[in-house]
């Protein structure tokens, strides 16, 4: 037994000191290109055809780990596509994938390695706000960009702003208030309304947007309850139940992923969404789990899923992404793309991989992505992304329900106020 | 506030409790007789609910897919606890608890990643299973028939142990066996079986809640965690060990965090650890247990 | 066995001297050998020891564990970054008051926690700890809540890498040291005595309680340095930092290097921040090899490394003085 035991180890060290070699001997041409290349190098003044490096960093734990894969897919087909017809000013992407935990302490030690070791040249990511804004400060510090096409906390462009901070997908703000625009043109007469959102960040900004667009639209509503179950809950009986004794017109949410799927069929036995309109982040993933489960008439809101945004450079992406993985692409897959497609056009206008010059040409940049056209507002370096909101009904064409009564707000149109912006920054002491 | 409102609430307590105590009763089990506190029991829980998943997406059964399902689900967990019990626990009993805890815990880590790799960590749904799914009325307000389900598996959980534990010549055998370990081996009796037997239970259990926890809401990575400390609360509350504490430990962390949602929100959660805090301070071993040796 | 192991001790005091000089030069000039990352890494096991070594006093000299370790961890994180945010706060009162803090909180915990043992006071350490986590968690306005606080810079004179390294070293090394004259005083024996035979120290009319809570308090105090003087460097804390999770590593780490050993919490957490940060270049399936690895250690080398190794090499001393004697 005792010799067994030992033998096991040593199989186990041995395979943790060989795996990494023979992963590293798997990808040729990446593992081989750098070292070639100094020697090219050296003979002709091309040292810049040494690849670019992208490092993506992202949460491979828990709930986000399947945002992370998924994104990582959509950032991969971008990646590939660009090699394949000669990358980014004849230079080649390299990516190079780091994991957080989803822990901000292993997020930053995972971004100290990719920018004094990998030495990087951009990062995109992560999934999580608090991954997110930790290692804000440190690639700030290192004065590297980094692009985000999935956390969406909206502290990360406003409240904590840094000049090395892109972001592509709607942030907080932009997200609750189209949903809360959409919310009462469908039900213009609601006055009284609850919330429920999950208790972290995310949830919190997410209910603070709702409640101030909410009062603008109508000046005597009233907000009777505010549900703050913690992320990951897994049963909503109770909240649900301290909901509906409130009697409320209609409920907004911002529950998302596995948590939205049990909060809804917990909430349909009670006649939930007959009795009060609902809208929450109903997004590709959800209503695949939920099947027939579904609730048809109520409202959604999403960040671009494939559905929601039928043009013909989605439809060509759909086709891809399908090939690659053999199912329908979501937005987190659509945001990683366009995320990729941002920093070539970036890239391509500054003609230069030197960091302050892509931040400039960014700034003001507009790009023809998936989700139509959007703009980098130069203020704060938010996208102007479009917002979708519609109501969950039955396609013949798809195997899942998918939406009808699509609305597609421009960012534009729900963009925080350039002195809004600035009223925060003054109480959080930006200076830009 | 009217009777309806907190009568409602009270039932979703109740409903939550009924799921914590299915949980808890295998973690409650396995440390009364095997003094082992294991971590794993809500990873295998967790593994459980995808094991039945799959089972449920493979066999396709109309109307009784999910119950052949959990079933199938709750053997295979079973098998899955005799190996954890016979390769690794079993070879343990002779060391300190803390490297028993570490052990358990190692396991945690283990399924976490096999789960990952082997669902991907995508979020999965089963459709809730006729003949529970809608509500029943009661006193003129809804109550989802599901819920009723979880109770009354609860409730047979909690008769069938009560009945195996108290009951039975091998009640008799767990009990003494929890209360004098030498004792009941001078006897004769193969103790390294009787644990296996039963940490294989608390396995079939732990696989039976996260079958059931399927249609009740989601699964998805994390579940394991998030269920393993609330299942710690319920035991230490009621004493470890107890089956009539895991019972009252279960009501009572289902009641608190009911009603702290109602009238508190934001501090439901930190009531439970209050209360199991201060369980601890004034009756280390729980309400039902009984003073370590 | 406790005679063979004092002669031992005398025979190696010199040997030791020799290796712990020769260690602690290999860690001053290491920022001048060694790239700025491995810098970084070296700088998290360092931290991470001092906070394994607190552990262990509770753990390998009292025989207590504790599973709400990393509360105290946290607390000092979040006492330096919130004084430092939000008040601009001294560095160095800060680096004292996260310290303090944990000590005091430490205290009340204490209290109530050094009346149980075994098993009981793991859950009850883990309760608090998780009461302090949900605290920090749901306190949004006072503490950052879920995002946690960021931007927490240390003085201009540490911003370098480099630079932050000689604090940290230097706060672990002379740590390390007082933690080291701790468990050796009479104070740290009467622990041990305590853990091998309450009843008999008790009848020696030595007050367990208020020795476990003094111990208590020291272990809360040090994890909290090491959360204070880590949180600057990173320049963020968030509530994870406290969760059962992260109390879960300094276990690991002891069971590692060897609990009865006053350096086995710090191999293990070398060991384990090292491979940890490997692993990661290549792969997301980190905590199936964390789980493989704590098996091996149990099964194959219980009491841990530094436990086995010693064991080696007192069985080889004694061979040869057998040998020795023969001839």
Same mark, same amino acid.
């Given at each position: 037994?005792?010799?067994?035991?030992?033998?096991?180890?040593?199989?186990?060290?041995?395979?943790?000191?060989?795996?990494?070699?023979?992963?590293?001997?798997?990808?040729?041409?990446?593992?081989?290109?750098?070292?070639?290349?100094? %020697?090219?190098?050296?003979?002709? *003044?091309?040292?810049?055809?040494?690849?670019? =490096?992208?490092?993506?960093?992202?949460?491979?734990?828990?709930?986000?780990?399947?945002?992370?894969?998924?994104?990582?897919?959509?950032?991969?087909?971008?990646?590939?596509?660009?090699?394949?017809?000669?990358?980014?000013?004849?230079?080649? +992407?390299?990516?190079?994938?780091?994991?957080?935990?989803?822990?901000?302490? #292993?997020?930053?030690?995972? #971004?100290?390695?990719?920018?004094?070791?990998?030495?990087? $040249?951009?990062?995109?990511?992560?999934?999580?706000?608090?991954?997110?804004?930790?290692?804000? #400060?440190?690639?700030?510090?290192?004065?590297?960009?980094?692009?985000?096409?999935? %956390? $969406?906390?909206?502290?990360?462009?406003?409240?904590?702003?840094?000049?090395?901070?892109?972001?592509?997908?709607?942030?907080?703000?932009?997200?609750?208030?189209?949903?809360?625009?959409?919310?009462?043109?469908?039900?213009?007469?609601?006055?009284?309304?609850?919330?429920?959102?999950?208790?972290?960040?995310?949830?919190?900004?997410?209910?603070?947007?709702?409640?101030?667009? +909410?009062?603008?639209? &109508?000046?005597?509503?009233? +907000?009777?309850?505010?549900?703050?179950?913690?992320?990951?809950?897994?049963?909503?009986?109770?909240? +649900?139940?301290?909901?509906?004794?409130?009697?409320?017109?209609?409920?907004?949410?911002?529950?998302?992923?596995?948590?939205?799927?049990?909060?809804?069929?917990?909430?349909?036995?009670?006649?939930?969404?007959?009795?009060?309109?609902?809208?929450?982040?109903?997004?590709? *993933? &959800?209503?695949?789990?939920?099947?027939?489960?579904?609730?048809?008439?109520?409202?959604?809101?999403?960040?671009?899923?494939?559905?929601?945004?039928? $043009?013909? =450079?989605?439809?060509?992406? #759909?086709?891809?992404?399908?090939?690659?993985?053999?199912?329908?692409?979501?937005?987190?897959?659509?945001? $990683?793309?366009?995320? &990729?497609?941002?920093?070539?056009?970036?890239?391509?206008?500054?003609?230069?991989?030197?960091?302050?010059?892509?931040?400039?040409?960014?700034?003001?940049?507009?790009?023809?992505?998936?989700?139509?056209?959007?703009?980098?507002?130069?203020?704060?370096?938010?996208?102007?992304?479009?917002?979708?909101?519609?109501?969950?009904?039955?396609?013949?064409?798809?195997?899942? =329900?998918?939406?009808?009564?699509?609305?597609?707000? *421009?960012?534009?149109?729900?963009?925080?106020?350039?002195?809004?912006?600035?009223?925060?920054?003054?109480?959080?002491?930006?200076?830009? | 506030?009217?009777?309806?409102?907190?009568?409602?609430?009270?039932?979703?307590?109740?409903?939550?409790?009924?799921?914590?105590?299915?949980?808890?009763?295998?973690?409650?089990?396995?440390?009364?007789?095997?003094?082992?506190?294991?971590?794993?029991?809500?990873?295998?829980?967790?593994?459980?609910?995808?094991?039945? @998943?799959? /089972?449920?997406?493979?066999?396709?059964?109309?109307?009784?897919?999910? @119950?052949?399902?959990?079933?199938?689900?709750?053997?295979?967990?079973?098998?899955?606890?005799?190996?954890?019990?016979?390769?690794?626990?079993?070879?343990? @009993?002779?060391?300190?608890?803390?490297?028993?805890?570490?052990?358990? @815990?190692?396991?945690?880590?283990?399924?976490?990643?096999?789960?990952?790799?082997?669902?991907?960590?995508?979020?999965?749904?089963?459709?809730?299973?006729?003949?529970?799914?809608?509500?029943?009325?009661?006193?003129?307000?809804?109550?989802?028939?599901?819920?009723?389900?979880?109770?009354?598996?609860?409730?047979?959980?909690? /008769?069938?142990?009560?009945?195996?534990?108290?009951?039975?010549?091998?009640?008799?055998?767990?009990?003494?066996?929890?209360?004098?370990?030498?004792?009941?081996?001078?006897?004769?009796?193969? /103790?390294?079986?009787?644990?296996?037997?039963?940490?294989?239970?608390?396995?079939?259990?732990?696989?039976?809640?996260?079958?059931?926890?399927?249609?009740?809401?989601?699964?998805?990575?994390?579940?394991?965690?998030?269920? /393993?400390?609330?299942?710690?609360?319920?035991?230490?509350?009621?004493?470890?060990?107890?089956?009539?504490?895991?019972?009252?430990?279960?009501?009572?962390?289902?009641?608190?965090?009911?009603?702290?949602?109602?009238?508190?929100?934001?501090?439901?959660?930190?009531?439970?650890?209050?209360?199991?805090?201060?369980?601890?301070?004034?009756?280390?071993?729980?309400?039902?247990?009984?003073?370590?040796? | 066995?406790?005679?063979?192991?004092?002669?031992?001790?005398?025979?190696?005091?010199?040997?030791?001297?020799?290796?712990?000089?020769? !260690?602690?030069?290999?860690?001053?000039?290491?920022?001048?050998?060694?790239?700025?990352?491995?810098?970084?890494?070296?700088?998290?096991?360092?931290?991470?020891?001092?906070?394994?070594?607190?552990?262990?006093?509770?753990?390998?000299?009292?025989?207590?564990?504790?599973?709400?370790?990393?509360?105290?961890?946290?607390?000092?994180?979040?006492?330096?970054?919130? !004084?430092?945010?939000?008040?601009?706060?001294?560095?160095?009162?800060?680096?004292?008051?996260?310290?303090?803090?944990?000590?005091?909180?430490?205290?009340?915990?204490?209290?109530?926690?050094?009346?149980?043992?075994?098993?009981?006071?793991?859950?009850?350490?883990?309760?608090?700890?998780?009461?302090?986590?949900?605290?920090?968690?749901?306190?949004?306005?006072?503490?950052?809540?879920?995002?946690?606080?960021?931007?927490?810079?240390?003085?201009?004179?540490?911003?370098?890498?480099?630079?932050?390294?000689?604090?940290?070293?230097?706060?672990?090394?002379?740590?390390?040291?007082?933690?080291?004259?701790?468990?050796?005083?009479?104070?740290?024996?009467?622990?041990?005595?305590?853990?091998?035979?309450?009843?008999?120290?008790?009848? !020696?009319?030595?007050?367990?309680?208020?020795?476990?809570?003094?111990?208590?308090?020291?272990?809360?105090?040090?994890?909290?340095?090491?959360?204070?003087?880590?949180?600057?460097?990173?320049?963020?804390?968030?509530?994870?930092?406290?969760?059962?999770?992260?109390?879960?590593?300094?276990?690991?780490?002891?069971?590692?290097?060897?609990?009865?050993?006053?350096?086995?919490?710090?191999?293990?957490?070398?060991?384990?921040?090292?491979?940890?940060?490997?692993?990661?270049?290549?792969?997301?399936?980190?905590?199936?090899?964390?789980?493989?690895?704590?098996?091996?250690?149990?099964?194959?080398?219980?009491?841990?490394?530094?436990?086995?190794?010693?064991?080696?090499?007192?069985?080889?001393?004694?061979?040869?003085?057998?040998?020795?004697?023969?001839?």
């Amino acid at each position: 037994m005792k010799r067994f035991a030992v033998l096991i180890t040593i199989v186990f060290v041995l395979s943790l000191l060989v795996v990494p070699l023979v992963m590293a001997q798997g990808k040729p041409a990446p593992a081989k290109e750098p070292a070639k290349a100094p %020697a090219k190098a050296a003979a002709k *003044p091309a040292l810049s055809k040494e690849p670019i =490096k992208i490092g993506a960093i992202y949460d491979f734990a828990g709930p986000c780990y399947m945002y992370s894969e998924t994104g990582m897919l959509g950032l991969r087909i971008a990646v590939e596509e660009i090699n394949a017809k000669g990358g980014i000013l004849g230079r080649k +992407i390299d990516v190079v994938v780091r994991d957080t935990e989803a822990k901000v302490d #292993v997020a930053v030690r995972e #971004v100290k390695d990719l920018l004094l070791r990998e030495k990087v $040249n951009f990062l995109i990511g992560p999934c999580s706000s608090g991954t997110g804004l930790a290692m804000q #400060v440190v690639h700030t510090e290192y004065k590297t960009i980094r692009i985000s096409a999935i %956390a $969406n906390t909206e502290a990360q462009t406003v409240d904590k702003f840094s000049p090395y901070f892109f972001q592509v997908v709607p942030n907080t703000y932009m997200e609750a208030t189209a949903a809360t625009r959409y919310l009462n043109k469908k039900v213009p007469a609601a006055k009284k309304f609850c919330t429920i959102n999950p208790d972290y960040e995310f949830g919190r900004r997410q209910a603070a947007a709702f409640e101030e667009e +909410i009062k603008r639209l &109508v000046p005597d509503a009233e +907000i009777l309850y505010h549900a703050w179950p913690k992320f990951g809950e897994r049963d909503y009986t109770a909240f +649900i139940t301290a909901i509906m004794a409130k009697k409320p017109d209609a409920v907004h949410s911002s529950l998302f992923g596995g948590d939205l799927v049990a909060f809804t069929k917990q909430a349909a036995p009670y006649g939930f969404f007959e009795k009060t309109p609902f809208i929450a982040l109903y997004d590709l *993933p &959800v209503l695949i789990a939920l099947g027939p489960d579904a609730p048809e008439g109520t409202f959604g809101f999403a960040r671009g899923d494939f559905f929601q945004d039928p $043009n013909p =450079k989605m439809m060509e992406f #759909v086709d891809k992404f399908k090939k690659a993985r053999g199912a329908y692409p979501d937005a987190w897959a659509v945001q $990683n793309y366009d995320a &990729v497609y941002l920093l070539k056009a970036g890239i391509e206008k500054a003609k230069t991989i030197e960091t302050e010059a892509v931040i400039k040409a960014l700034e003001g940049l507009s790009l023809d992505s998936l989700r139509g056209n959007f703009t980098i507002r130069p203020l704060d370096h938010m996208g102007s992304v479009p917002c979708y909101q519609g109501t969950i009904a039955t396609d013949p064409k798809y195997p899942f =329900k998918v939406w009808k009564d699509i609305t597609r707000v *421009p960012g534009e149109q729900v963009l925080r106020p350039e002195a809004s912006v600035r009223e925060i920054w003054k109480k959080t002491g930006v200076t830009r | 506030m009217s009777f309806d409102v907190l009568f409602n609430q009270f039932m979703s307590g109740i409903a939550r409790a009924a799921l914590l105590f299915l949980v808890a009763s295998g973690l409650s089990l396995t440390f009364g007789v095997l003094r082992v506190l294991n971590f794993a029991h809500g990873s295998l829980y967790m593994l459980g609910a995808f094991i039945t @998943y799959t /089972i449920w997406k493979t066999i396709l059964i109309p109307v009784v897919g999910f @119950y052949v399902a959990t079933f199938l689900a709750s053997l295979v967990m079973g098998g899955i606890g005799i190996i954890i019990e016979f390769f690794l626990l079993r070879r343990l @009993y002779a060391r300190g608890w803390p490297e028993q805890l570490l052990a358990t @815990y190692a396991i945690v880590l283990i399924i976490t990643d096999i789960v990952k790799w082997g669902w991907g960590g995508e979020f999965l749904s089963i459709p809730r299973p006729i003949p529970f799914k809608g509500a029943v009325s009661l006193f003129g307000f809804p109550f989802p028939s599901y819920n009723f389900f979880v109770i009354l598996l609860g409730l047979i959980v909690v /008769i069938f142990l009560w009945w195996l534990v108290y009951k039975t010549r091998l009640g008799d055998i767990i009990r003494a066996a929890a209360h004098d370990r030498e004792m009941v081996s001078a006897l004769g009796i193969p /103790i390294p079986w009787l644990f296996t037997w039963i940490f294989v239970l608390g396995s079939i259990i732990a696989g039976l809640s996260g079958a059931v926890t399927a249609p009740f809401g989601s699964i998805a990575l994390g579940m394991d965690i998030e269920i /393993i400390v609330e299942c710690f609360a319920v035991v230490v509350i009621g004493g470890m060990g107890s089956l009539p504490g895991t019972l009252l430990g279960s009501l009572i962390v289902g009641l608190v965090y009911a009603f702290g949602i109602m009238f508190k929100p934001e501090l439901a959660l930190a009531f439970i650890f209050m209360v199991m805090a201060a369980v601890l301070i004034i009756r280390p071993w729980g309400i039902f247990g009984r003073p370590e040796r | 066995m406790m005679q063979r192991s004092e002669v031992g001790v005398n025979n190696s005091a010199v040997k030791r001297g020799w290796w712990l000089i020769l !260690l602690i030069i290999a860690f001053l000039i290491a920022p001048f050998v060694i790239s700025k990352f491995y810098l970084t890494i070296l700088c998290e096991a360092l931290v991470m020891s001092l906070f394994a070594i607190s552990f262990n006093l509770l753990f390998g000299y009292m025989g207590q564990l504790s599973f709400g370790q990393a509360a105290f961890y946290g607390l000092g994180g979040y006492v330096v970054a919130m !004084l430092v945010t939000k008040l601009q706060f001294n560095f160095w009162l800060s680096l004292a008051a996260g310290t303090g803090m944990a000590g005091l909180v430490g205290l009340i915990v204490g209290y109530f926690c050094v009346r149980l043992r075994g098993i009981y006071f793991s859950i009850l350490t883990l309760a608090f700890g998780q009461l302090i986590f949900v605290i920090i968690f749901k306190w949004h306005k006072f503490t950052g809540g879920d995002d946690g606080i960021q931007g927490v810079f240390p003085p201009e004179y540490l911003r370098s890498i480099e630079a932050y390294y000689y604090l940290i070293f230097f706060v672990c090394a002379i740590s390390a040291f007082i933690l080291w004259r701790i468990v050796n005083s009479p104070f740290g024996q009467t622990l041990k005595a305590m853990r091998e035979n309450p009843e008999r120290t008790e009848f !020696l009319g030595i007050h367990i309680a208020r020795y476990q809570l003094i111990a208590f308090v020291i272990a809360a105090a040090f994890a909290g340095l090491a959360g204070a003087v880590w949180v600057p460097f990173y320049r963020s804390v968030a509530p994870s930092y406290l969760t059962w999770i992260k109390s879960g590593e300094p276990v690991m780490a002891a069971i590692l290097g060897g609990p009865s050993t006053f350096f086995g919490p710090v191999l293990g957490m070398f060991i384990m921040t090292f491979v940890h940060s490997y692993i990661l270049g290549f792969t997301h399936f980190w905590p199936v090899i964390m789980g493989t690895i704590i098996l091996i250690i149990i099964f194959v080398l219980p009491g841990g490394i530094l436990e086995f190794a010693k064991v080696k090499i007192t069985e080889r001393r004694e061979k040869a003085n057998i040998a020795k004697g023969q001839t």
